[in-house]
C-alpha cells in the first residue's frame, strides 16, 4: 500500500495496515517542502488546535470516540496517554502526542517512511490519498487528471447549516418562489421591516476572522461573504440573496420585507443550511447574528460558515462508501481531502480506508458503518450522490437518520441518538470482530487499548 501524506489520516491506516502484516509505503513530504500551516516534521502532527471535543457518550463528538475504540484505533488511544486537563473535552499535549505517532511507525517493520513530495499517483498498485487542505498543487494536478479537476476544491465557501429540529416551525413557511420544484423545496424565514434592520446592523458591525497570510482574495472575488454585500447598503441583501420577490408569507397574506432561505442538506431533511450565507464571521459572531434570523432564535448549528484555502474532492460524485474512487478504485481518499472534517473525523477517513483495504486484501466482506452511528451518518453523507451541493462536514446530529418516534428536548434527543448508535454499534462490532481483533489486541498488548475491552464488553 502507498499512503500519501503523514496526517492524521495517513498514520492511522499506515498502523492499521502495517499491525495486520501489509507494508505499506508512506509519504510525508516535511520538512523536505514545508506546508503553509505546519510548523513541524512530525507525523500525524495537530496543526490549530489540541481539543479533540468532548467525551460525553451521548453526544456526537462523544459517540465518535467510541466507535474509534471500538474499532481500535492507535492516534484515538496515543491521544488518550497523552492527554492534558481540559474539563469534559479530550486535549493532548500536541508535541507529545505527535512524537509519540512518529515514534509508534518508525518502529514498524511493515512501514517505510519517505520523506519527499509525491507530485504523481502511482500507476499501479492500491494508495490512499490522505494530503489534507492544503494538498500541494502538484498532486492536486495528479489528483485532478484521474477525477477531473471540476470535481476538485481549492477554496471552501460554505454557508452555515443549523439542525433542523432546533428551526422554530411555526416562524418560517415552506415554499419555492413562484411555486417551482415541489413548491415547498425551501423553508422560508420572513422579516419583517424593523427585524430585518435590526439584523443588518448587527451584521455590518460583527466580528471578522482574520485571513492566514497563505489565503488570498482569489475566494472573495468568486464569493462574496454576506456582510460584505450588507455593506454596501441597508437594502442590498433585500435585492441580493434575501429578496423576497416571488414568496408570500402565509401568516400575513403579504410580501416579506425580505427572506431567508433555508435549502435541506440531506434526504432526511434533518439539517437545513442558509443560502447565500457564505461568511467570513467569527463563529461566536455568526451565532449571535444570524438567531436573529425569525425562526432560528434557538437555532443550533451543525456547522458555521467558512471561507478559507480547503483542497476537497466532490466526494458525492467521486467515492464510494469505503472512500474508493469509483473510477479507480485502487485509489482511496481519506481524511479532510474527502471533506469529513475534524481531527477525529479525519482518523476514521484512515481506519475506514485501510479496514476496507485489508478486508478486500483477505477476502472478506468490506465493512460499511452503520447510518445510526456518528461516522456512519457522516460517510453516508460524504458519499451519498443524493448530497447536491456539498459541502466539508463533521459529524453531528444533523447527519442522524431521524428518531421514530421523535423525542422532543436536546439532551433526551441526543441520549436517544446515542443509545440507538451503541446498540448499532455492537451489532456491527461484533460481526466484523475477526477483522478488528489484529488492532485490538495490539493496543491492549501496549497498554494503551484503555477503551477496547470497554467497547467489545
Sequence with gaps: MTIIGGGLAGAEAAWQLAIRGIRVDLYEMRPTVMGPAHHTASLAELVCSNSLKGTDPA?????VKRELEAMGSMLLATARKHAVPAGAALAVDRDRFSAAVTARLETLDEVTIHREEMTAL???????????PLTSDALARALSEVIGVERLAFYDAAAPIVDAATIDRPRVFAASRYGKGTGTDYLNAPFARDEYERFHAALVTAERVTAKEFETAELFQACQPVEEIARRGIDALRFGPLKPVGLTDPATGRRPWAVVQLRTENRDRTAYNL?????NLTFSAQRDV??????????????YGVMHRNTFVDAPRLLDS???VRSDPRIRVAGQL????GYLEAVAGGLIAALAFAAEASGAEVPVLPVETALGSLVRYATDPGTDPYQPMHANAGLFPP???????????????????????????????????????????????GGSRDARA
Design 59 to 63: 453526544t456526537p463528538a462523544g459517540m
Design 122 to 132: 502511482p500507476a499501479t498498485g492500491p494508495v490512499i490519498v490522505a494530503t489534507g
Design 275 to 279: 443560502v447565500g450565507f457564505q461568511t
Design 290 to 303: 444570524f438567531r436573529l434570523i425569525p425562526g432560528l432564535e434557538s437555532a443550533e448549528f451543525v456547522r
Design 322 to 324: 469505503t472512500f474508493a
Design 338 to 341: 474527502a471533506g469529513t472534517e
Design 403 to 449: 428518531l421514530d418516534p421523535p423525542v422532543r428536548g436536546k439532551r433526551p434527543r441526543y441520549a436517544a441518538y446515542a443509545a440507538r448508535g451503541a446498540q448499532a454499534l455492537a451489532t456491527w462490532s461484533e460481526a466484523n470482530a475477526t477483522l478488528l481483533a489484529p488492532a485490538l489486541a495490539a493496543l491492549d498488548d501496549d497498554g494503551t487499548g
